[in-house]
């Protein structure tokens, strides 16, 4: 019998998504704080240590307080939520994506119980899911993988629900086929995929290519998950532009420097 709550779900809307989940009673979802949306009268929140799943329950009050350390070193809140549905009928909780991307929902029953994710890209999951630490096997991905050397880990047969920036694809990879892929655009992959870090070769690549000074290799068998827009890229742009516009703002608002400066961003495709 499976542990993780079997829950119902609907993924609405294209490049802001949200997930909306329907919890029969006594069914439960877990969830970083601040990604609830909305939630039905039946609904109770409550805030708890760790993930919730048997594993920090076994541990009694010493696991939860591990399970909710582990949180603390991925960057995460000591803290997530519990959601459960305390009426007699089927009631409903959403969760919101952070920025514009897509939602990925999971069936852990499908990947072996276990699927490595970057740290930022858990939104929630059936109660039972652990939501743990994986450290990298070697050295160089932790030093210079983008997502540092702890990645998160989600283990249990439930459902479990990612969110990436952009477009997001599924590629399988092959037994010693190999992709390389640029650190921040890596989303998720199955726990048999091979992850490491490689130079990208050349002074002149690395100082003028505009790509970074490393970027990921993985190889297979098993799959993974990229996102075409991390949030570090948008980041940056955003940052970028609101430099820039700063700066027009100085020289005088609608002055022809102004206009030619807009220009050139519009060139551009800022």
């Known amino acids: 019998m499976p542990k993780a709550h079997v829950v119902d779900y609907e993924v609405y809307g294209d490049d802001m998504q949200f997930v909306e989940v329907a919890l029969d009673q006594n069914e439960s979802i877990i969830a970083e704080a601040g990604a609830m949306m909305y939630m039905e009268q039946g609904i109770q929140m409550e805030t708890i240590f760790g993930d919730g799943s048997d594993r920090d ?5 010493m696991g939860k307080l591990l399970g909710a350390g582990k949180r603390v070193i991925t960057g995460e809140s000591l803290f997530m939520t519990a ?21 990925i929902p999971l069936d852990l029953q499908q990947y072996r119980g276990r699927i490595i994710c970057q740290k930022d890209a858990f939104l929630c999951a059936a109660k039972g899911v652990s939501v743990s630490i994986a450290f990298q096997r070697k050295l160089g991905a932790g030093l210079f993988g983008g997502e540092g050397f702890i990645m998160q880990k989600l283990e249990g047969d439930g459902l479990a629900f990612l969110h990436a920036g952009g477009t ?17 655009c890596l989303v998720a992959l199955t726990g048999e995929v091979d992850y490491d870090i490689q130079f990208v070769g050349g002074v002149k690549s690395a100082l003028f290519g505009g790509e970074g000074l490393f970027f990921a290799t993985l190889s297979g068998p098993g799959k993974v998950w990229l996102q075409s827009l991390p949030f570090s890229r948008l980041a940056d742009r955003m940052f970028s532009a609101s430099r820039n516009r700063m700066g027009g703002k100085a020289k005088g608002e609608g002055s022809v420097l102004d206009v030619l400066g807009g220009l050139g961003n519009f060139i551009d495709g800022d």
């Open 168 to 184: 997001i694809i599924e590629k399988e990879l092959k037994s010693g086929e190999m992709l390389r892929v640029d650190t921040g």
């Open 57 to 61: 329950a076994q541990g009694g009050l």
């Open 83 to 103: 959601f459960t549905n305390g009426a007699a009928v089927q009631q409903k909780v959403s969760f919101a994506a952070p920025y514009p991307g897509k939602i």
